[in-house]
């Protein structure tokens, strides 16, 4: 199995207990007869915790579910992207089934963070976006979605309503999960790109410097 904070393969390990209720013990709660299963990574020494329901028999009626850490499809970020950063995209992930506003919101706090960090500092985000766009430093396809990320957060971050039947518009999960994406692009072309590029250079750069040229310019 793969640790679900890390990602590294590891092999399962599990240690299992019954849950209990004061003054019964081992007792049904609900339909079921609960237990935990639980192991620590040993790569990165986190708690892995998973529930599953059994009949009186012990027989499994409710498939394990994994309940820390929060389970999310999506792969971790990038190890070149900044902890902060990474760990707002990690939450906006994890609660994506839970909540597509307070995903949304945390997308666009992430966002806003990406653009600090490249040189857009500006006190409110959308002409953060702005500067960013006129730099033409993104390729168009990420560009072109850019926006969104602010826009979808700020149906998160203030209410708003339709104007023809004065309902709140909710955020959407497929709108949240279009946020990650985006970041998952700008974490590419910031971070990712720029250090595979890095190492390429040093190590031409080491090759140069062995038969005694010059280093690249």
């Known amino acids: 199995m793969k640790c679900p904070h890390c990602a590294v393969e590891v092999?399962?390990?599990?240690?299992?207990?019954?849950?209990?209720?004061p003054g019964k013990g081992v007792a049904p709660i609900g339909r079921f007869f609960w237990?935990?299963?639980?192991?620590?990574?040993?790569?990165?020494n986190q708690a892995i915790i998973y529930l599953r329901g059994t009949d009186k028999n012990g027989y499994t009626e409710h498939a394990p579910r994994l309940v820390f850490p929060k389970a999310?499809?999506?792969?971790?970020?990038?190890?070149?992207?900044?902890?902060?950063?990474?760990?707002d995209y990690h939450e906006a992930c994890a609660v994506l089934?839970?909540?597509?506003?307070?995903?949304?919101?945390?997308?666009?706090?992430?966002?806003?963070?990406?653009?600090?960090e490249n040189g857009?500092?500006?006190?409110d985000l959308a002409p953060?976006?702005?500067?960013?766009?006129?730099?033409?430093?993104?390729?168009?396809?990420?560009?072109?979605?850019?926006?969104?990320?602010r826009n979808i957060g700020n149906f998160a971050?203030?209410?708003?309503?339709?104007?023809?039947?004065?309902?709140i518009l909710p955020v959407e999960p497929q709108e949240a999960e279009w946020n990650l994406d985006v970041l998952?692009?700008?974490?590419?072309?910031?971070?990712?790109?720029?250090?595979?590029?890095?190492?390429?250079?040093?190590?031409?750069?080491?090759?140069?410097?062995?038969?005694?040229?010059p280093p690249m310019k």
């Not at 237990?35 to 990165?44: G, K, N």
């Not at 974490?187 to 031409?204: C, G, M, N, T, W």
């Open 11 to 21: 092999h399962e390990s599990f240690a299992e207990g019954p849950i209990t209720t």
């Open 35 to 44: 237990h935990t299963q639980s192991m620590e990574c040993p790569a990165c």
């Open 72 to 87: 999310t499809p999506r792969q971790a970020a990038s190890p070149e992207v900044p902890s902060s950063i990474a760990q």
């Open 97 to 116: 089934v839970d909540s597509a506003k307070a995903s949304a919101a945390l997308s666009r706090r992430c966002l806003q963070s990406i653009l600090r």
């Open 120 to 123: 857009f500092a500006h006190k």
């Open 128 to 149: 953060a976006i702005q500067a960013l766009l006129e730099s033409k430093q993104l390729p168009l396809a990420i560009a072109d979605n850019v926006d969104a990320i």
């Open 157 to 167: 971050a203030h209410p708003m309503k339709d104007t023809n039947t004065g309902e």
């Open 184 to 213: 998952e692009e700008l974490f590419d072309f910031f971070y990712v790109q720029p250090e595979k590029a890095r190492q390429k250079r040093a190590a031409l750069n080491e090759k140069l410097q062995a038969a005694g040229k």
